[in-house]
Nanobody
């Protein structure tokens, strides 16, 4: 699977952005999809993840503000981000992972910059 993110940009505090991740390749529904982010000088962290069956989980600090979703028919995963805060500023990465016969098969996108600033 190959991943391409889009939708980043500059937004004021309290604003919204929707990130998209287009996946190419077969068996998209077999992958757990996730969004990670990395702020300058910080480690990459998990923001949200969604398994093939569609059950999401979130980093505590984004619960109630961010929503991850996927469209298996279109090979797409989204991250709707509302009530954005300056501390959400980071490069956001799309990530796909599956395990087959105890072998991890994963892929990262190239990242998209999100800047929250007035």
């Amino acid at each position: 699977v190959q991943l391409v993110e889009s939708g980043g940009g500059l937004v004021q505090p309290g604003g919204s952005l929707r990130l998209s991740c287009a996946a190419s390749g077969a068996a998209f529904s077999m992958y757990t999809m996730a969004w990670y982010r990395q702020a300058p000088g910080k480690q990459r962290e998990l923001v949200a993840a969604i398994a093939g069956g569609g059950i999401p989980n979130y980093k505590d600090s984004v619960k109630g503000r961010f929503t991850i979703s996927r469209d298996n028919a279109k090979n797409m995963v989204y991250l709707q981000m509302n009530s954005l805060k300056p501390e959400d500023t980071a490069v956001y990465f799309c990530y796909a992972v599956r395990v087959i016969n105890n072998i991890k098969d994963d892929k990262w996108g190239q990242g998209t910059q999100v800047t929250v600033s007035s």
